[in-house]
């Protein structure tokens, strides 16, 4: 399996803070059965430089990489980032904020309030070739309130991902959950989003299961799938978007 969001690498962000915290989440990732993962710490387009970000998260790595162990856990890694959504995207070179030798960025948009310009800014990042992975889409209350919100960035080519918490702790906003978002086909892949062993840690395995048992092994291998094709830069198959319509004022 593959993590392709985490905040693993040491002292870059709120995740891990130390090289040793970074190595008991690597072998609990290691635990649960990922095999390859991509570490994704913040960046915030309005806030940080994105050069002075760059050599700070390759400086995290290197310190991570020769640590006493790391090369043992036989994790296959990649670097990316998970950007805070800001219009400034569109001029920025999106080969630097995309996975390692991939057209894949991942965004993370306000939690509260759907934030000016989504659509614009998607659309922009879609034509120049690169496909907008949308972070934890289940945690933001203007698409559980109204998931046609969602199902139109998909409908234009993004890729929607939902936290392993989410799933097994069958998070449930306004009625929608994670799990609805994976039926719907709303929601492309599984993440741990891991933080820290004590906080936030990693729980994929469990995810994983849960779908398998609610929704059918082939869920289960249509998501592992979708991640390697991700983390290959291969081409990510069109899903087959269920839009979801409202009836006596649930979602279905």
């Given at each position: 399996?593959?993590?392709?969001?985490?905040?693993?690498?040491?002292g870059i962000d709120?995740?891990?803070?130390?090289?040793?915290?970074?190595?008991?989440?690597?072998?609990?990732e290691k635990n649960?059965?990922?095999?390859?993962?991509?570490?994704?710490?913040?960046?915030?387009p309005e806030r940080?430089?994105?050069?002075?970000?760059?050599?700070?998260?390759?400086?995290?790595?290197?310190?991570?990489?020769?640590?006493?162990?790391?090369?043992?856990?036989?994790?296959?890694?990649?670097?990316?980032?998970?950007?805070?959504?800001?219009?400034?995207?569109?001029?920025?070179?999106?080969?630097?904020?995309?996975?390692?030798?991939?057209?894949?960025?991942?965004?993370?948009?306000?939690?509260?309030?759907?934030?000016?310009?989504?659509?614009?800014?998607?659309?922009?990042?879609?034509?120049?070739?690169?496909?907008?992975?949308?972070?934890?889409?289940?945690?933001?209350?203007?698409?559980?309130?109204?998931?046609?919100?969602?199902?139109?960035?998909?409908?234009?080519?993004?890729?929607?991902?939902?936290?392993?918490?989410?799933?097994?702790?069958?998070?449930?906003?306004?009625?929608?959950?994670?799990?609805?978002?994976?039926?719907?086909?709303?929601?492309?892949?599984?993440?741990?989003?891991?933080?820290?062993?004590?906080?936030?840690?990693?729980?994929?395995?469990?995810?994983?299961?849960?779908?398998?048992?609610?929704?059918?092994?082939?869920?289960?291998?249509?998501?592992?799938?979708?991640?390697?094709?991700?983390?290959?830069?291969?081409?990510?198959?069109?899903?087959?978007?269920?839009?979801?319509?409202?009836?006596?004022?649930?979602?279905?």
């Amino acid at each position: 399996m593959i993590d392709m969001h985490c905040h693993i690498l040491p002292g870059i962000d709120d995740g891990a803070k130390t090289v040793a915290d970074s190595m008991a989440l690597l072998k609990e990732e290691k635990n649960q059965g990922i095999k390859k993962i991509v570490f994704t710490p913040h960046f915030n387009p309005e806030r940080q430089n994105l050069e002075h970000f760059l050599a700070a998260r390759d400086d995290s790595f290197k310190r991570l990489s020769s640590a006493e162990g790391f090369d043992e856990l036989k994790i296959e890694t990649k670097l990316g980032c998970e950007i805070y959504f800001s219009m400034r995207i569109i001029e920025m070179e999106l080969s630097k904020l995309a996975f390692e030798n991939t057209n894949y960025l991942l965004i993370e948009f306000p939690t509260n309030n759907r934030p000016y310009g989504i659509t614009r800014t998607m659309q922009s990042i879609l034509e120049r070739g690169y496909t907008p992975i949308l972070a934890h889409v289940e945690r933001y209350e203007y698409f559980t309130d109204d998931p046609i919100k969602l199902y139109d960035l998909v409908s234009m080519g993004c890729i929607a991902q939902v936290n392993a918490s989410a799933v097994t702790g069958n998070v449930s906003i306004k009625g929608v959950s994670p799990l609805q978002y994976i039926n719907w086909e709303l929601a492309h892949i599984i993440s741990s989003d891991a933080h820290s062993i004590q906080k936030r840690p990693p729980d994929t395995m469990d995810a994983y299961k849960l779908v398998e048992k609610k929704l059918g092994s082939q869920y289960k291998e249509w998501l592992i799938k979708n991640s390697y094709d991700i983390f290959n830069n291969n081409y990510f198959d069109d899903p087959v978007i269920h839009k979801p319509k409202k009836f006596l004022g649930r979602w279905r």
